[in-house]
């Protein structure tokens, strides 16, 4: 069982496993409990997107990708934690990062697609 301070590191996949990995992450927690295919949790933009992903005992616990709609707008899209690890901070931390790596690439608006799942996490953010 995790700790409740569990300790993770937030990387960016890069090799085909890591990749394979991240997209699972997505699968499972966005499409599989609809019935979505394989396939389903990637679109067009992932080659021109910036994906990040919270690794906690070599697996993958947390995704979240950022791209870029218009030349000044970054939007988040795929927040995917897995169960064993919700409320631990991991989405913050990841969001925290895209928004770091939002200002480096000088976007000045940042976009969040949302279920009504993460309305609670939403206005934790907006609201705080
Ligand atoms: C939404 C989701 C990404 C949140 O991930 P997480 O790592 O558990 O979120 P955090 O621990 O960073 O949450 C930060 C804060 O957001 C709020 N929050 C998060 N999940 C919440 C929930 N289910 N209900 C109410 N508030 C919630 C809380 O205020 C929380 O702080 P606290 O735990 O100290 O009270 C995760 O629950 C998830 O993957 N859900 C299923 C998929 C989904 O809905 N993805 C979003 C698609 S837009």
Not at 39 to 67: I, W
Not at 95 to 116: F, I, K, P, V, Y
Not at 121 to 126: A, D, G
């Amino acid at each position: 069982m995790p700790s409740s301070s569990p300790t993770f590191l937030l990387q960016s996949p890069g090799t085909e496993a890591e990749f394979s990995a991240y997209f699972d992450l997505r699968w499972r927690i966005l499409r599989q409990p609809w019935q979505q295919p394989r396939g389903s949790e990637q679109d067009e933009l992932e080659s021109s997107s910036f994906h990040l992903t919270a690794v906690c005992d070599q697996q993958v616990v947390g995704v979240e990708r950022l791209h870029s709609p218009s030349p000044k707008t970054g939007q988040v899209r795929y927040m995917a934690v897995s169960p064993q690890f919700s409320r631990r901070g991991i989405a913050s931390q990841i969001l925290m990062a895209l928004e770091t790596q939002a200002s480096s690439q000088g976007l000045q608006e940042l976009r969040l697609n949302a279920r009504e799942t993460a309305l609670g996490f939403c206005r934790h953010h907006l609201l705080g």
